[in-house]
């Protein structure tokens, strides 16, 4: 049964960075594409970044491009996501999820939710001052 744990996440200081890490647990989890996605209150889920399964590809949402990187250690089946320059507005709930479809791309711009099986609980950012 696949499980994805994430990590890493904590109150600070807009300016400042954070680094998520998401632990997959699954047979042959390298085979899957791990996206990123977010939850502020009262908002809905938004896709944050996606990262295919050799980290060939990777694609970020324009409120983050530039400030948020997304790799992965396939060897520690752990994914990545650092954060730098934080600003209040990326205040959320941040969720890793993991994909896989041999028929149509699963990280893509549009940030499919229904293109990922598997979700972890969730870690909360809080960028304040």
């Known amino acids: 049964q696949l499980q994805l744990v994430e990590s890493g996440g904590g109150l600070v200081q807009p300016g400042g960075s954070l680094r998520l890490s998401c632990a997959v647990s699954?047979?042959?989890?390298?085979?899957?594409?791990v996206g990123w996605f977010r939850q502020a209150p009262g908002k809905e889920r938004e896709g944050v970044s996606c990262?295919?399964?050799?980290?060939?590809?990777?694609i970020y949402a324009d409120s983050v491009k530039d400030r948020f990187t997304i790799y992965r250690d396939n060897a520690k089946d752990t994914v990545y996501l650092q954060m730098n320059s934080l600003k209040p507005e990326d205040t959320a709930a941040y969720f890793c999820?993991?994909?896989?479809?041999?028929?149509?791309?699963?990280?893509?711009?549009?940030?499919?939710?229904?293109?990922?099986?598997?979700w972890g609980q969730g870690a909360q950012v809080t960028v304040s001052s």
């Open positions: 699954i047979f042959r989890s390298e085979y899957y594409t």
């Open positions: 990262i295919t399964s050799r980290g060939g590809s990777t």
């Open positions: 999820a993991a994909g896989w479809n041999p028929h149509r791309p699963v990280c893509t711009a549009e940030f499919r939710q229904g293109s990922y099986t598997y």
